[in-house]
């Protein structure tokens, strides 16, 4: 089975531009939760995705926002990007709601000048 | 709000010993589940073991335990025989309820460098 597998890689925008991350589920999975690593810290919750509808958002303003598509696939896209938003991105796929047997990507490292 | 603390900013340990990561928490929830992730350098996740408020026996898997001390919230990872490739980060977090949907709070990291 594939695991879950997010691009680019690495992604260098400037303040104010608009960014969209993508991420590939892993196979048979449902559920899809974004979370923003900044340097040093602990990833955050940004929000989850079930059945291609949001249903629990963290603490992150709406120019944070996302997608999950028919075959569970995901975007996130952050508008207006500032320079706070430079960080991790990580999404984490699972079979069901729940935070067990969460499996997550590599990241995409984002940097904003 | 849930809280986790991790004190440790950096650990060290020789190859072959064991090493205990400190992780305590703050919920007033009566239903938990508390989670350690390893963080290599190449960025990703990797679930280690978890360990749930009700679960009447420490977790363990393989090298990995989990201490697991319930009045004084806390719950430290042991790894046992430390091999070169646990050089990493570590994460304790937490599950939170969302009204319908979980997320993780995770703490701030341990870094463990094992040496040779």
């Known amino acids: 089975e594939t695991g879950v597998t997010q691009s680019p890689t690495h992604l260098i925008k400037t303040r104010g531009q608009q960014v969209t991350l993508r991420c590939s589920s892993q196979?048979?999975?449902?559920?899809v939760s974004w979370y923003q690593q900044a340097l040093g810290q602990g990833p955050q919750f940004i929000f989850q995705?079930?059945?291609?509808?949001?249903?629990g958002r963290g603490n992150f303003p709406p120019r944070f926002s996302g997608l999950q598509f028919p075959n569970y696939s995901s975007e996130l896209n952050v508008n207006a990007l500032e320079l706070d938003d430079s960080a991790l991105y990580l999404c984490?796929?699972?079979?069901?709601?729940?935070?067990?047997?969460?499996?997550f990507g590599s990241g995409t490292q984002l940097s904003v000048l | 709000a849930q809280k986790i603390t991790q004190t440790q900013p950096g650990m060290f340990v020789q190859e072959k010993e064991a090493v205990t990561l400190d992780c305590t928490y703050d919920?007033?929830?009566?239903?938990?589940?508390l989670f350690w992730y390893k963080q290599p350098s190449s960025g990703e996740m990797i679930f280690l073991i978890y360990?749930?408020?009700?679960?009447?026996q420490n977790a363990t898997e393989g090298r990995y335990s989990l201490n697991f001390q319930k009045a004084r919230k806390s719950a430290n990872l042991v790894i046992s025989a430390s091999q070169l490739g646990d050089s990493a980060m570590y994460f304790c977090?937490?599950?939170?309820?969302?009204?319908?949907?979980?997320?993780?709070?995770f703490g701030k990291g341990t870094k463990l460098t094992v040496n040779p």
């Open positions: 360990q749930g408020s009700y679960d009447q």
């Open positions: 984490a796929s699972s079979a069901k709601q729940g935070t067990e047997k969460l499996f």
């Open positions: 977090a937490m599950r939170e309820n969302l009204g319908g949907s979980e997320k993780l709070v």
């Open positions: 995705y079930y059945r291609e509808e949001e249903n």
């Open positions: 919920t007033s929830d009566p239903s938990y589940g």
């Open positions: 196979s048979g999975h449902n559920t």
